[in-house]
């Protein structure tokens, strides 16, 4: 996992719109980026994070994947103290969760706090290999396409968890 050397730089992030469906590729800043205390002397792979959250790909992965990251985000350059990495940077969420067949954890209220079973609607993913949904701006979805080419490839550093089935 890595970290960002300027603490600052989480902020800037958050104000210049990460969280939102659009482009921050003008204003963007290569940030300068380490390794977390307890990565250090570690190998990076070819998928880690900042902060456990912010998606982070090696050169290598995104010669291989690029293709589909770029149909979602954009691929932002970090200045790490080795190797080339990239940010990556949702610049449209796809409005795919078909909520009435999804199950969702709820607080006492009401209100849904975790996704337990996915559920999407095809036609409106159509080819994307790659997508987030607006109500996990966090979390990456990807199709059986993409993880092939990871493994193809031998990319390192990714984990996927099935959640869904198209047959299904």
């Known amino acids: 996992m890595f970290h960002f050397t300027d603490p600052k730089q989480s ?64 691929l932002l350059p970090l200045q790490p103290c080795f190797g080339t990495y990239f940010v990556y940077h949702f610049t449209s969420s796809c409005d795919c969760l078909d909520e009435r067949n999804s199950e969702f954890r709820t607080l006492p209220s009401g209100s849904p706090i975790e996704i337990i079973k996915h559920s999407f609607f095809p036609s409106k993913i159509g080819d994307l290999q790659v997508f987030r949904v607006p109500h996990k701006k966090f979390k990456i979805f990807v199709r059986d396409q993409f993880v092939e080419l990871v493994r193809q490839h031998h990319l390192t550093g990714f984990k996927f968890d099935k959640v869904w089935s198209s047959s299904s």
């Open 11 to 74: 902020k800037k992030l958050l104000e210049n719109g990460w969280t939102e469906d659009k482009s921050i590729q003008d204003t963007w800043n290569p940030a300068h980026i380490s390794m977390s205390k307890r990565q250090r002397g570690k190998i990076p792979g070819d998928r880690a994070t900042i902060y456990g959250t912010i998606p982070v790909f090696s050169d290598l992965a995104v010669k291989v994947l690029g293709s589909f990251l770029l149909e979602s985000g954009e």
